[in-house]
Structures are given as C-alpha cells and as structure tokens.
C-alpha cells in the first residue's frame, strides 16, 4: 500500500497535545497518532450508517401489526436467548 504525504496545520495547544500523546508512550510519532485518529474516525463513519441503514430498514418493513405486549415479549425472549 502506497503512502501520500500530507501537511496539516495545527495550532499550539493542538500541537502540544499532540506531542503529548506521543511523550505518553501511546505513539511513537505525529504520523501515527493521525493514522489512528483517521482509522478510529472510519470505524465511526462503519457504524454510524450500520445505524442509518437500520432505521430505514424500520422505516421502509411499515407500521406492525403487533400489540406493544407482543413487541415487548418478543425482544425480551431475544434477550433471553442471547443472555440466557
């Protein structure tokens, strides 16, 4: 995989936590530390429209036929089967 160079600009107080980061031992330099914040960003962006992909799989399966008993009663038997 080919890399791409960059230049950003930070201001102080941006750049120094930053640097923290990396005195703390959690990185071992700049580049890293954006790669994670990049890579953490896009796990976000996955889940987010997992999300979204949901609500409108609820939106488009319509209004249920089924009392709130029985709604209630079907996701607590879920919740047994998974927990149980």
Same mark, same amino acid.
């Given at each position: 995989?080919?890399?791409?160079?960059?230049?950003?600009?930070?201001?102080e +107080?941006q750049?120094?936590?930053? /640097?923290?980061q $990396?005195e703390? *031992?959690?990185?071992?330099?700049d !580049? &890293?530390?954006?790669?994670?914040?990049?890579?953490?960003?896009?796990?976000?962006? +996955?889940?987010?429209?997992?999300l /979204?992909?949901? $609500?409108?799989? *609820?939106?488009?399966?319509g209004? !249920? &036929?089924?009392?709130?008993?029985e709604?209630?009663?079907g996701?607590?038997?879920?919740?047994?089967?998974?927990?149980g």
């Amino acid at each position: 995989m080919g890399t791409i160079r960059k230049t950003i600009t930070l201001t102080e +107080k941006q750049d120094g936590w930053v /640097k923290a980061q $990396i005195e703390a *031992g959690d990185y071992t330099n700049d !580049s &890293e530390y954006f790669r994670d914040l990049v890579r953490r960003d896009q796990e976000r962006g +996955k889940k987010h429209q997992a999300l /979204k992909d949901a $609500i409108q799989d *609820g939106l488009d399966s319509g209004i !249920s &036929e089924r009392t709130i008993g029985e709604i209630w009663a079907g996701a607590e038997a879920e919740h047994e089967g998974r927990n149980g």
